[in-house]
T-cell receptor
Framework: GAVVSQHPSWVICKSGTSVKIECRSL??????MFWYRQFPKQSLMLMAT?????????EQGVEKDKFLINHASLTLSTLTVTSAHPEDSSFYIC?????????????FGAGSRLTVL | SQQGEEDPQALSIQEGENATMNCSYK?????LQWYRQNSGRGLVHLIL?????REKHSGRLRVTLDTSKKSSSLLITASRAADTASYFC????????????FGSGTRLQVQP
């Protein structure tokens, strides 16, 4: 079945540094990917929609200069957390459409846990 | 933004018992889906029910959908310790392949 690979699975960084998270579709092409953020014991909040070859669409309240998204190919989207601060510590999960044509089934990456010291 | 609420927030049962989780949503939908998340991991798709369907089965899973009440339920029968996870409902809006909106989730603990 379709697989979405996300890397790294966890990262610890110092405040002020930037961190890049990669999301790859391994055996299919993904023109659209979604980035979600999840705080402990909470639900997933959509951050942005990543579109291959064009600018990402950010949800209200998400700083596009803080969370840079690049979708340069049909199999790779990246999320860069710039000048990270402790409040950016969270679980970030990417996803892409798979499944039946017309059905909105998402396949998720395993997630990346970011801890900013 | 979060679509709606799930209840209970947490559920603890013994192996072999059935687990029922409920989900409410706010807007018109194309379909509703249930996902499972093991601690610290990504989500896995369990089952999808379309807006014109009322009930669907998949193995030990049974999903119902009541669009008039904007609610859904997930029943896991004969639960196993391996079913311990968080379960989220997610809705797909009408028109286009947009992102899913997730409910608040139910944390299920199945005691062996």
């Amino acid at each position: 079945g379709a697989v979405v690979s996300q890397h790294p699975s966890w990262v610890i960084c110092k405040s002020g540094t930037s961190v890049k998270i990669e999301c790859r579709s391994l055996d299919f092409q993904a023109t659209t990917m979604f980035w979600y953020r999840q705080f402990p014991k909470q639900s997933l909040m959509l951050m942005a929609t990543s579109n291959e070859g064009s600018k990402a669409t950010y949800e209200q309240g998400v700083e596009k200069d803080k969370f840079l998204i690049n979708h340069a190919s049909l199999t790779l989207s990246t999320l860069t957390v710039t000048s990270a601060h402790p409040e950016d510590s969270s679980f970030y999960i990417c996803s892409a459409w798979t499944g039946l044509s017309g059905a909105n089934v998402l396949t998720f990456g395993a997630g990346s846990r970011l801890t900013v010291l | 933004s979060q679509q709606g609420e799930e209840d209970p927030q947490a559920l603890s049962i013994q192996e072999g018992e059935n687990a029922t989780m409920n989900c409410s949503y706010k807007t018109s939908i194309n379909n509703l889906q249930w996902y499972r998340q093991n601690s610290g991991r990504g989500l896995v798709h369990l089952i999808l029910i379309r807006s014109n369907e009322r009930e669907k089965h998949s193995g030990r899973l049974r999903v119902t959908l009541d669009t008039s009440k904007k609610s859904s339920s997930l029943l896991i029968t004969a639960s196993r310790a391996a079913d311990t996870a968080s379960y989220f409902c997610a809705t797909a809006g009408i028109g286009g392949r947009r992102a899913l909106t997730f409910g608040s989730g139910t944390r299920l603990q199945v005691q062996p």
